[in-house]
């Protein structure tokens, strides 16, 4: 019952596009500046949406790229940013992320290995009176159609430490997601980039799903 309530909760969503001509279900890859390579993992995105179609039979559209000052920012509820460089908001762009994020957007931020020192810095920038915080394995996010009872799984060795699922809460609801230490994005793209096993690719785009439904099951409420 729960699922099935997303489900419709995300159709009405898909019948209610701000901006004629643009799919609202998809997944806008961030363009950031910095230097860092915010165009990594190319057939992530493309993989995970049609996951999510084949999975939900939902209608989901191309994968899309957006920057913070595009006017159409707030058509896409999800936002990915990832790269394994430098992230840099200028002013306008840190107060149209904030603007976003507290109009019902989401955020989520993938480390790819050597974005986190920048992207710690910048979203501080964003929302500097909030803290990073680890999102509770209770939360929706980890349930709200597949179960992850431990938490954001590990895809990628990166450093060795364990995953963390760390966010950001305004009013409750989970604005910014950052998946530290699993490298989310290289489990959703084809398989022969990463040689990751079919296990491996599954729990990756399993928690890239959740992450997509809860981000729209929120921008409805």
Do not use: C
Request: charged residues 25%; aromatic residues 10%.
């Amino acid at each position: 019952m729960k699922v099935l309530l997303v489900l419709l909760s995300v159709l009405v969503v898909a019948a209610s596009s701000p901006v004629e001509g643009r799919p609202e279900l998809t997944i806008a890859q961030l363009q950031y500046e910095g230097g860092g390579d915010w165009y990594a993992n190319p057939s992530g995105v493309p993989n995970l949406l049609a996951f999510i179609g084949e999975r939900t039979g939902l209608p989901v559209g191309r994968a899309a790229q957006v920057r913070l000052t595009d006017p159409g920012l707030r058509a896409f509820p999800y936002l990915y940013l990832t790269g394994h460089g430098n992230v840099a908001f200028s002013d306008a762009e840190a107060r149209a992320l904030r603007e976003y994020l507290e109009s019902g957007g989401f955020l989520h931020a993938d480390d790819n290995y050597g974005l986190d020192e920048s992207f710690r810095r910048e979203i501080r920038k964003v929302w500097p009176d909030a803290e990073l915080v680890e999102v509770p394995h209770d939360h929706a996010v980890y349930h709200i159609f597949y179960e992850f009872p431990e938490g954001l799984p590990k895809i990628h060795l990166h450093d060795g430490k364990p995953a963390q699922g760390l966010g950001i809460f305004h009013r409750g609801r989970l604005v910014v997601y950052y998946s530290y230490e699993s490298d989310l994005g290289d489990g959703w793209e084809d398989a022969e980039v990463h040689d990751n096993p079919p296990e491996t690719r599954e729990r990756a785009l399993r928690m890239g799903l959740n992450l997509f439904l809860y981000a729209l099951s929120q921008a409805v409420t």
